[in-house]
């Protein structure tokens, strides 16, 4: 499927995150994420430098869906994809844009 040529090798979301089935919780966060700080106009900046450099079809998917407030189903439809295809497309797109975010606010930090 031509979809598939944009996806990165590696999960979504680093395993490693996660506990395995030796720990108490198998597949819960072995850290839970820090809360986000208070966005910024910077954050804003970072997030569209971001959907602009994903790929066009991740592009597409996260603004129909997450900024104009879409219906995943027609999103998927108009764009060619089965809903299956359009939620993991804006699952990685989200992780993607989410680990951007996290680095920016992490160099903020430290200034």
Do not use: K
Not at 74 to 90: C, K, N, S, T, Y
């Amino acid at each position: 499927m031509p979809w598939r040529r944009d996806y990165p090798t590696s999960p979504a979301v680093d395993a490693a995150r996660f506990q395995d089935e030796t720990e108490p919780y198998p597949r819960h966060w072995r850290e839970a994420p820090q809360p986000w700080p208070p966005a910024d106009a910077g954050a804003a900046a970072e997030l569209a430098d971001g959907l602009r450099e994903l790929p066009r079809t991740w592009r597409e998917v996260v603004s129909r869906t997450d900024v104009r407030r879409g219906n995943p189903v027609e999103v998927a439809a108009d764009l060619g994809l089965d809903p299956g295809q359009e939620r993991a497309i804006r699952n990685r797109a989200r992780a993607v844009l989410r680990e951007r975010l996290a680095r920016y606010l992490t160099r903020r930090g430290r200034r």
